[in-house]
């Protein structure tokens, strides 16, 4: 679980003058949720495994951090605004916490960012967009892992339409060009995110 200490020091480089005590605790709450089996501290804990690996690649790594705390912080799997509910909550909490306005826009765009429906637009989404994919190029054993977490997050969805959505979804990440956009990412996790992705396919 990611640690009260993190959170405290990305709001400090942040230059926030007043978070609220409560936010840490209601936002670790979300991830605990019971319709939740992928999308939980655990995602966040690889994610910012991840993150400490390439921050040296963001331009403003702490809005960076901050994007990937409240990236799935809404989740529900029967709907489908929960980025644009994640990305209004870390605007607001970074203005509530009086983080400039323009860092706490730009923190929304790199929360939308991870709909991955367009290719990212500037450094830092191109490094948080790679950090939430980067279980695409996990060791076989964990991206399997996630494909039952995913699968259990949908367990209300008959399984052949499961089978034909989830493998329409994969397909359309193994079509395109390049599955991740920093060459750090793609020299590490591109060979083995299409190994995995081709596997999964087949399986479906």
Not at 64 to 71: G, I, S
Not at 88 to 110: K, N, T, Y
Request: net charge negative; charged share 30%.
């Amino acid at each position: 679980m990611p640690s009260r200490e993190r959170w405290d020091a990305m709001w400090r480089e942040l230059g926030a003058a007043r978070v609220a005590p409560a936010l840490y605790d209601e936002v670790l709450a979300h991830y605990a949720e019971p319709q939740r089996h992928y999308h939980t501290a655990q995602h966040l804990d690889e994610c910012f495994a991840q993150l400490d690996g390439a921050r040296a690649l963001a331009e403003r790594p702490a809005e960076v951090e901050l994007a990937l705390w409240f990236h799935d912080a809404i989740y529900e799997p029967r709907h489908n605004d929960n980025e644009a509910k994640s990305a209004d909550w870390a605007r607001e909490s970074a203005l509530a916490a009086g983080v400039a306005q323009d860092a706490a826009a730009r923190v929304h765009s790199l929360v939308m960012a991870t709909r991955h429906e367009a290719v990212p637009q500037g450094r830092d989404q191109e490094v948080l967009v790679d950090v939430d994919l980067s279980i695409l190029g996990a060791r076989a054993e964990r991206f399997d892992e996630y494909e039952r977490q995913v699968r259990e997050e949908y367990s209300w969805v008959p399984g052949f339409v499961f089978r034909r959505k989830r493998k329409g979804i994969l397909e359309q990440f193994l079509a395109r060009a390049h599955l991740f956009s920093t060459a750090a990412f793609s020299e590490r996790l591109e060979a083995p995110a299409r190994a995995n992705l081709a596997r999964s396919i087949a399986q479906l």
